[in-house]
Nanobody
Framework: QVQIVESGGGLVQPGGSLRLSCAAS????????MAWYRQAPGMQRELVAT???????NYADSVKGRFTISRDNARNTASLLMNSLKPEDTAVYYC???????????????????WGQGTQVTVSP
């Protein structure tokens, strides 16, 4: 069973910084893409940033130049460093592991996407 756990959210003033962490655990063989999404109240979930196993990254226009995504393939972890935070960055942030290949209890392999439970980020004076 693969589990995704996020951490690092909290309350920060505008202009401040936070680092979110995501850890994937279980009998993981590989993860193709790790991504961060966010969902503000009353809004749809939106993609924030992605990083593939080769380290290639993509960002939403709203966070380019302020957020940096990174990952450690050996540890199956990803981070999102958020600088120059704005009130409009307030949301629940979710980690998404895409195309996860893992071993199941029968010795076979599974191929799924997984989500974490989310971590709240609030940007307010």
């Amino acid at each position: 069973q693969v589990q995704i756990v996020e951490s690092g959210g909290g309350l920060v003033q505008p202009g401040g910084s936070l680092r979110l962490s995501c850890a994937a655990s279980g009998s993981i063989i590989s993860i193709n893409v790790m991504a961060w999404y966010r969902q503000a109240p009353g809004m749809q979930r939106e993609l924030v940033a992605t990083v593939d196993s080769g380290g290639n990254t993509n960002y939403a226009d709203s966070v380019k130049g302020r957020f940096t995504i990174s990952r450690d393939n050996a540890r199956n972890t990803a981070s999102l460093l958020m600088n120059s935070l704005k009130p409009e960055d307030t949301a629940v942030y979710y980690c998404n592991a895409v195309d996860v290949i893992a071993r199941n209890s029968n010795g076979g392999m599974t191929y799924f996407d997984y989500w974490g439970q989310g971590t709240q980020v609030t940007v307010s004076p």
